[in-house]
């Protein structure tokens, strides 16, 4: 039921959005300035996902068919419908409003209740369609039900639901961050292009670890962990916090000593390798709560990350980074410690990339960034995933990283205790409960 996923891709995206729209009324009713060119893309965005994608293909095909099986739901689909007719003119009021703001003849205040009643609004019609539409069509539409719906948002040449579209989507989402006020998002002024999605890989073996334990002290931290990540797989590590993510992390970089096991990487054991060794063989790591240096500038936190590769690559290499994080070029004389938490995962990654790696390591990448920011860092590891990149993501963010994942491991306590693929441990009740908060 590949659609039910789909929209509640589109309720993710949508609700932060509003997320974003609750922060910028809230900043507006505490004296701050409106940001009519960010607000506006935001608006646009939303306007655009909701009637040229998401309300056409729930209209024309989930409703239809929950509607045909389920008649008591239709007082509650008129009134979805409903609200699906009137977002336009929704729209059009705010976009009124925010130029009357810009211009002295409304109170920015005023502005901020119609923001706060125009996000509830919209809540609360995902929160309808999650809790009383989507769990009915699961449970009663039929199969041929769910070949027309499946059929119609899997077709590449719509021009609604298709790949071009996607893409246009995930454009327009990527220079929504690039000017977004600094509070909220990388605030720079242009926008770098990120490709779309990609096959899950089915290639031979390139990390294998078997019976890793690794020791603070007397206290086992990792207890005999073995997982396989395939070449050019997306491989998610999920888990509380003190599970022992960053911890495999370190001792698979190298930095953290390991008591027992072995480490096979593209068929060698590197096992007993220092950590600069690895990163000669290709696993470079972005490490958990970025760790840029502060004093020195952007260009030479890229350069440092490069210092295994050679010289006549790197200036290179470091515009093709500057290309996906504009942002970055445009302060790459500011010293690293300056930007905002944001801007230095993106150069924590940026580093990772400069040393050219084989596998990526990704250690907890959202964290501590604002709900705007997290889905554009997971935008630039869908963009790596695309281009073919190995990656092993550890990532409290559950939801998100399993989405993306082709397959993923949950540890608990310095032990592997489920596995998977992204989707079956999204579907699975244990995850669901102890990560996902469902």
């Not at 949950?410 to 999204?426: A, S």
Request: net charge negative; aromatic share 6%; proline share 4%.
């Amino acid at each position: 039921m590949d659609a039910l996923r789909i929209i509640s891709e589109d309720h993710n995206n949508l609700w932060r959005m509003a997320t974003t729209v609750d922060q910028l009324a809230r900043e507006l009713q505490e004296g701050g300035e409106l940001e009519p060119l960010f607000l506006s893309s935001v608006l646009n965005y939303i306007e655009q996902l909701e009637t040229r994608v998401h309300y056409p293909k729930e209209n024309d095909y989930l409703f239809r068919f929950v509607r045909l099986r389920n008649p008591d739901l239709a007082v509650t689909l008129d009134s979805l419908e409903q609200d699906h007719h009137s977002a336009p003119a929704k729209h059009r009021a705010l976009r009124a409003s925010i130029d009357a703001v810009a211009t002295g003849r409304l109170a920015a205040s005023e502005l901020a209740h119609q923001l706060q009643d125009f996000t509830a609004d919209m809540k609360s019609h995902i929160l309808t369609e999650e809790k009383q539409v989507l769990p009915v069509a699961h449970k009663t539409l039929l199969k041929d039900d769910w070949l027309e719906i499946n059929r119609a948002f899997h077709d590449s040449e719509h021009p609604l639901f298709g790949e071009a579209a996607q893409a246009e989507f995930r454009e327009l989402y990527h220079r929504i961050v690039s000017v977004a006020p600094e509070s909220l998002g990388l605030g720079g002024k242009s926008a770098g292009h990120l490709l779309g999605g990609a096959v899950p890989a089915q290639a031979d073996v390139l990390l294998r670890v078997q019976g890793l334990e690794s020791c603070y002290g007397r206290i086992k931290a990792l207890k005999g962990i073995s997982i396989e990540v395939r070449r050019g797989e997306t491989v998610a590590l999920v888990g509380a916090n003190g599970a022992g993510k960053t911890t495999f992390l370190r001792t698979l970089s190298g930095v953290q000593p390991m008591s027992a096991g072995r480490i096979h990487f593209d068929g060698e054991d590197i096992s007993k390798l220092r950590s600069d060794a690895r990163v000669r063989r290709g696993i470079c790591q972005s490490p958990e709560g970025r760790q840029v240096f502060g004093p020195l500038s952007i260009e030479d936190n890229l350069r440092l990350g490069a210092y295994t590769q050679p010289r006549h690559q790197v200036e290179g290499d470091m515009e093709k980074i500057f290309s996906m994080f504009p942002i970055l070029k445009e302060k790459r004389q500011q010293a690293a410690g300056t930007l905002s938490g944001g801007q230095q995962q993106m150069l924590a990654i940026g580093r990772a990339l400069m040393g050219r790696p084989r596998m990526l390591l990704l250690d907890e990448p959202s964290m501590g960034l604002a709900p705007l920011l997290v889905q554009e860092v997971f935008d630039v590891i869908k963009t790596l995933k695309s281009q073919g990149m190995t990656i092993l993501l550890v990532e409290q963010n559950a939801l998100a990283a399993l989405d993306i994942a082709d397959r993923g491991y949950v540890l608990e306590t310095g032990c592997v205790t489920l596995t998977g693929t992204g989707n079956e441990l999204v579907r699975n009740e244990q995850v669901r409960v102890a990560y996902l908060g469902m």
